[in-house]
């Protein structure tokens, strides 16, 4: 299979050409690392191969012997180095095991081929780790392709593989999925398993998931994963009928808000206010009906608790990394911003851990409300198309806790707040500025709708299609 053939196909269409004969897993596993010898020496987005083992996956695995990425965070595979990013753990973790999902990504029949760049232990937005160096964005090389999932959103878009795991604890999934042009969905807390090292990564904020080009290929990769697993504190109520049932579904006529008020007083002018104007009239011609209006809450509530629980996260992790391997947190093993948070998160007390539950719920319970009167909510995903590689510097000594935190929810002020809230949240390439950059929209709905949202992205996806739209650097290219 050539290239430019394989990249034609989403990965429900491979995993139809397997079926049919007309290819073999091994032809596209094949195809799919020479796509890494094409673009990984401009991306950097592939840090390291897997060695292909095609799982012993139902003969009806929905991505039967589809090629697939890892992200080199949280998620484990057996037998899989995961260095997290961080010269801290660099090469001395293997997993012994298959996380959950791990499984059920086997299970539907992927099969790994390698694992994706990841900021230092995932705080960031953008893909820059002293470790691997910086993923270029394949749209513009000399720009950031966003984080933490840049790795995989960059090599989804560039044709290396059609879908890629990926996770979010404050805009991981969306905003590289804006930054690349690709599909990406962070699903309601508790609706991807995180199972068994994790109950609730992030103290909840943290969920899994994957990236895609395709809203279809979204749809039939959460009903692979969805669900429980063995230990997990709570059940969410499970969906009503397949996900991929919901692609193509009628919508209904929807109450859509649209707010382009962020974190931090930023309010969106411009071209990306011009694009979520431009989405919102295209709602309108649609039949939804499109009103003005910003959920409300205290702002200061929300970042009081989510730097306790970044720092507070943070800090466990890397007091369990150098106990497990011996190694000191310092400059010469942490990135400067990770030291500080570090520190910060060992300043943090019990009494402080109690005042964020406290105040995340505040948040929840005041946001809450809004989705009785709007099914969705309409906003940017990002402030502005993808910014400019160094413009993020994880290893900048001056910024310390407070400055780090301010720095990234000023520069992404609209995904963090559903993280908090756990509701679904769903970032679609439907705009590009006057240079062709991609500008991701992101649209949120009400605890456990999904189904909704994916309604709504496939109703776009056919009425502002973005499947003709190709970076500069492609495995066609």
Known sequence: MKLDEYARYDGLGLAELVRSGQ???????????????????????????????????????????????????????????????????????????????????????????????TPELGFSLTTEPVLYGPTRNPWDIKRSPGGSSGGSCAAVAAGVVPVAHAND??????????????VGLKP?????????????????LGIEHVVTRTVRDCAAALDAVQGPGVGDPFIIPSPARSYAAEVGAPTGRLRVAVSLSGLMGVRIGGETRDAVMRVARQLEALGHHVTE??????????????????CGFLAAGVLGTAQMNGRKPSLETLEATTLA??????????????????????????????????????????????????HTNGNDPSLGAQGWYDHLFTNAPFTGLYNMTGQPAIS????????GLPVGIQFVARFGAEDLLLRLAAQLEE?????????????AG
Not at 188 to 204: A, D, I, K, M, Y
Not at 428 to 435: E, K, N, V
């Open 23 to 117: 290819v073999s897993s091994e032809e596209l596993v094949a195809t799919a690392q020479k796509a890494i010898e094409v673009v990984n020496p401009k991306l950097n987005a592939v840090i390291g191969p897997v060695e292909p083992r095609k799982p012993a996956a139902a003969p009806e695995a929905v991505f039967d012997g589809v090629p697939f990425l890892i992200k080199d965070l949280v998620l484990h595979a057996e037998g899989v180095r995961c260095d997290m990013g961080s010269r801290l753990v660099d090469n001395t973790f293997v997993s012994p095991h298959d996380t959950e999902l791990m499984r059920r990504f086997k299970a539907a029949g992927l099969v790994t081929i390698g694992r994706t760049n």
């Open 169 to 182: 604890g404050g805009g991981s999934i969306r905003i590289p999925a804006a930054a690349c042009g690709v």
């Open 188 to 204: 309601t807390r508790g609706r991807t398993p995180t199972g068994p090292e994790f109950s609730q990564p992030l103290h909840g």
């Open 293 to 310: 209006a910003s959920p409300t809450f205290d702002e200061a509530m929300f970042h009081q608790a989510n730097l306790v629980y970044w």
């Open 341 to 390: 948070c570090y520190e910060h998160g060992l300043s943090l007390k019990l009494v402080d851990l109690e005042l964020a539950d406290a105040h995340a719920n505040m948040v929840c319970r005041s946001v809450a409300p809004f989705f009785n009167d709007y099914d969705v909510l309409l906003t940017p995903t990002m402030a502005g198309a993808a910014l400019p590689l160094g």
């Open 428 to 435: 679609l390439p439907l705009a590009t500025d006057a240079g």
């Open 463 to 475: 009425a502002m299609p973005w499947s003709g739209r190709r970076p500069a650097v492609h495995v």
